[in-house]
């Protein structure tokens, strides 16, 4: 259960080996957080993720994961419900892709939607369930301030994002008094590594995100954007005309 | 039996989820209830008063006893009453107090049922002399997992898990408790300012009235931290009344203001706020103010007047916090106390008050010596810690924690709290193995 404070007591998180979700759950294991399920491809770096945690304290298990298959969802998903509450639930994985590349091969956009977009509804769409079936628990999704205005230099991934972001926030109305919570969190652009002294205040890092994620768990906040006053630069950007939006400079 | 999906917070209204709520008129509409039960069983719930998530069931079955509300008898000469669980200590309130009549426990609120009284054991300000509120409970029936209802009676282990139980034993569909007589329905109530909190340790410490506590100014810093109003209560004589006011005596006339909005923007009650009602507190008590009278609801539950008031908090909600430490351990509260003031922590509604010998029930809170309560809103950053920290002092104290008014405690902290624990653990695996009667409680700190 999650306490007062919106600190959750189970996590599972889609995409296990995600810079953020770790660093979230890091987060979350020092408040309430007892047992962690990490969710992805079987790697060396999932099993490596999960032994990060464990020394932390935590029960840490990892789930062989596949948002390219959507097809296994229900079941691998259904498994991990039945074994207890989860309590929360975020929903971590995505990949860029290369704007480039993916423009002239086609196919490498679709991974990119199928990944960021299609994997997403149809896992988004399965923990919604259960989580509505136990009655409680926090739904957190992803998204990207990349995804507020497609941008000419990552419009393949930002339209993903875009289309994610919509569904997240829809999926969050459906669910709107059913005890269960969506909470969609637009990153800006996130560095590992911390912003250098001169570089736009609207870059972020991992730890940063997950600051906010836990933030806004405890404020049951429905959007949350990394850093904070990214909300108002999208908000303008989305004002300003498509010629000359054309042709701002690109991050 | 009105059957519906809602979504239910305790009155702190932090961590909402959602459960199949039945609104049973009988005794047997409240079993078919129990029996029905999903997998992710059932727990009872009256008022909704307790601050946290006692009374809510995610994903599972909750039994709103409220509409079981039949008072069915009143002994008026031995002073006793037999009524359903769901009946509001208002409304017995209202029927006996006419009659000579009062409760022997009364908490800060008449807005709680008989079985949610029971299910967390009350304690009033006048613990000391009185003890909780099962220790005047003669009988009550309790609804178990099979449907079947049983008696039960002080002295045996199933009352003794039942009374502070949280619902977790079964559905109270019952009880018969004994009265307290007065003659009136008036308070002579005195006041006193402390200036520090020492002054209001050894203020408490002196004893004497029937109910007594301290407000704490918990903003006040300095050498004042910690200051308090003194309250102390009597139930007034008749015969101390002058001869017009005889008549009208026993008369229950609460006064009420319009409520709360359904929508307060978050921070309204910030630290500015609760700064100023502090020290109008302090300033508005007069040094020391003896024999005035009061009506019994202003005395005992002036909240009251104004419904909806935990909505004050904003969207965010509250969480309360009550703590229990022995004599000798006023450390503790020094400590809690600093803290909070040095923090500038906004809080409500801060209580110092004497706990007199405990009850027999197993998880019941009061312990003998001091309890501290206060109320911050949930927002505040840093609490969940802070709060924790408040607990391991407690338990290193051999203190401990509400459990009914918890809304975020460590699972490991109960154990070294309660220890009886293991005990309710093993009346409940051999009574209900299956784990019917459950509640996010329950499940937060595997109870
Ligand atoms: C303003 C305010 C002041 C308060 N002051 C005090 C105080 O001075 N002293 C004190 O001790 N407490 C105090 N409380 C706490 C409150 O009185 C208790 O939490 C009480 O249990 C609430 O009663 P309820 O009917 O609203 O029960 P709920 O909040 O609905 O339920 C509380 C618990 O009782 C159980 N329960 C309820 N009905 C039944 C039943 N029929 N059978 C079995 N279990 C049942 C529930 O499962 C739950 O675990 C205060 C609360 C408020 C809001």
């Given at each position: 259960m999650k306490n007062a404070f919106g600190a959750p007591q189970s996590l599972l998180v889609l995409g296990g080996t995600s810079e953020i979700g770790l660093a979230t759950a890091r987060r979350l294991i020092a408040r309430r957080t007892r047992v962690v399920r990490l969710a992805g491809r079987p790697s060396p770096a999932l099993e490596r993720a999960a032994a990060g945690l464990r020394e932390l304290g935590a029960e840490v298990h990892t789930v062989a994961f596949d948002a390219l298959d959507p097809g296994s969802h229900e079941e691998v998903l259904g498994k991990v419900f039945a074994e207890g509450d989860t309590d929360m639930v975020l929903l971590a994985f995505g990949v860029h892709g290369d704007q480039i590349r993916d423009e002239e091969e086609p196919l490498g956009a679709v991974e990119v939607a199928q990944t960021n977009y299609t994997g997403a509804v149809c896992a988004g769409l399965v923990c919604a369930g259960a989580l509505q079936a136990q009655g409680h628990g926090s739904l957190v999704v992803l998204s990207?301030?990349?995804?507020a205005r497609a941008r000419r230099a990552d419009f393949i991934y930002g339209s993903s994002k875009a289309g994610l972001d919509a569904f997240a926030q829809g999926l969050g109305d459906a669910l709107h008094g059913t005890g269960v919570h969506v909470m969609v969190v637009r990153p800006g652009a996130v560095r590992t590594r911390p912003a250098r002294r001169g570089e736009s205040p609207l870059v972020t890092t991992p730890g940063a995100v997950a600051d906010a994620i836990v933030t806004g768990l405890r404020r049951r906040s429905e959007t949350v954007w990394v850093p904070g006053p990214l909300r108002a630069v999208a908000a303008a950007l989305r004002l300003v005309p498509r010629p000359l939006y054309r042709r701002l400079p690109v991050r | 039996m009105s059957v519906d999906t809602v979504s239910m917070t305790g009155w702190?209204?932090?961590?909402p989820t959602t459960a199949l709520r039945f609104r049973p008129r009988t005794y047997e509409e409240a079993a078919v209830a129990v029996t029905g039960r999903g997998p992710r069983g059932v727990v009872a719930r009256g008022?909704?008063?307790?601050?946290?998530?006692?009374a809510q069931n995610a994903g599972g079955s909750v039994v709103d006893m409220t509409g079981l509300d039949r008072v069915h008898a009143v002994d008026a000469v031995g002073g006793v009453v037999a009524c359903d669980?769901?009946?509001?200590l208002h409304r017995l309130i209202e029927a006996l107090l006419p009659l000579g009549w009062f409760l022997p426990v009364t908490p800060a609120t008449r807005y709680v049922t008989v079985g949610g009284a029971i299910g967390s054991d009350l304690h009033g300000t006048g613990h000391r002399t009185a003890g909780s509120f099962t220790r005047h409970v003669r009988s009550l029936e309790l609804l178990t997992a099979d449907g079947s209802v049983r008696r039960v009676v002080p002295g045996t282990d199933l009352f003794d898990a039942t009374a502070g139980g949280l619902g977790l034993t079964g559905v109270i569909l019952s009880a018969t408790l004994s009265l307290l007589p007065v003659t009136t329905s008036l308070m002579s109530v005195d006041t006193e300012r402390a200036a520090d909190l020492d002054a209001a340790l050894a203020g408490l410490a002196a004893g004497g009235a029937a109910y007594e506590s301290a407000r704490i100014d918990l903003m006040a810093r300095g050498r004042a931290t910690g200051r308090a109003v003194l309250i102390r209560g009597e139930h007034v004589p008749v015969d101390a009344l002058p001869a017009r006011a005889r008549r009208t005596a026993l008369a229950f006339r609460p006064g009420k203001l319009p409520p709360v909005p359904a929508y307060v923007p978050e921070g309204l009650l910030g630290r500015a706020p609760a700064a100023l009602l502090g020290e109008l507190r302090f300033r508005g008590a007069r040094a020391a103010r003896a024999g005035r009278l009061q009506r019994i609801s202003a005395f005992f539950h002036p909240l009251d007047a104004l419904p909806g008031w935990n909505r004050l908090h904003g969207p965010g909600g509250f969480v309360q916090y009550q703590c229990a430490v022995g004599d000798g351990q006023e450390e503790v509260l020094h400590r809690i106390v600093q803290r909070l003031a040095r923090r500038r922590?906004?809080?409500?509604h801060a209580v110092l008050q004497r706990l007199g010998a405990g009850g027999p029930g197993w998880l019941s809170f009061p312990v003998p010596g001091w309890s501290l309560s206060f109320g911050l809103p949930a927002g505040l950053p840093g609490l969940g810690r802070l709060l924790d920290l408040f607990d391991d002092e407690t338990a290193a104290a051999g203190g401990r924690v509400c459990l009914a008014k918890d809304?975020?405690?460590?699972?490991?902290?109960p154990a070294a709290m309660y220890p009886r624990l293991p005990d309710f653990r093993a009346l409940r695996g051999e009574l209900d193995p299956e784990g019917a009667f459950r509640s996010d409680l329950s499940r937060r700190l595997a109870l």
């Open positions: 990207s301030a990349a995804g | 702190g209204r932090t961590a008022l909704g008063r307790a601050h946290g998530d006692a669980a769901g009946v509001s922590c906004p809080a409500f809304a975020r405690m460590r699972p490991s902290a």
